[in-house]
């Protein structure tokens, strides 16, 4: 065990991402253990400068920057796993607004919802899942999914037309 705590989590983000085959692995035995059908969550935090919150995720190869969120737990409120997956994460307490995009996800029977959120607090110990996070105006540095920037895109199309409602 003592070889273990030498091991980062950005050696870990590494592997995963010199051998995608482990993250697909490892969400093909997470399902396993998981209802028929599953269920995402994420939400696009824009602060009061209309920055996006973005996190590095550890387990994801393809495209590690993305939105915070994770799964919604059996019998679980969308809105309510977020705030959950937020403080877990983050340690971050947002306003959960919205919805933005509900869309079927890319592994069969699963379903992504985006929130527009605004945060209360300040970001504070990330969780090991996560290795860093950045405040962006314009997310074009990084190469994100196609859910996600489509939140970002409804989510600022969503402030552009609600204005001080948001």
Not at 40 to 69: K, Y
Not at 96 to 105: A, E, M, S, T
Not at 115 to 134: D, H, M, T, V
Not at 139 to 161: E, H, K, R
Request: hydrophobic share 45%; with cysteine; aromatic share 8%.
């Amino acid at each position: 065990m003592d070889g273990m705590k030498h091991i980062s989590k950005h050696h870990i983000a590494a592997w995963v991402q010199r051998l995608p085959q482990l993250a697909f692995l490892a969400t093909r035995v997470y399902r396993l253990t998981q209802p028929r059908f599953t269920a995402g969550v994420s939400g696009v935090i824009v602060n009061d400068q209309d920055e996006v919150l973005l996190v590095e995720h550890i387990f994801h190869a393809r495209t590690p920057w993305g939105l915070p969120g994770g799964w919604i737990g059996n019998q679980e409120a969308p809105d309510l796993a977020l705030m959950r997956e937020l403080r877990e994460e983050l340690e971050l307490e947002a306003d959960v607004i919205r919805p933005l995009l509900l869309r079927p996800g890319i592994y069969g029977h699963h379903l992504d919802i985006a929130y527009l959120c605004r945060p209360l607090n300040q970001i504070g110990e990330l969780c090991s899942e996560i290795a860093s996070y950045s405040w962006i105006r314009l997310p074009t540095q990084f190469a994100l999914g196609d859910f996600d920037q489509d939140a970002i895109n409804a989510a600022f199309m969503a402030i552009s037309t609600e204005g001080s409602q948001i």
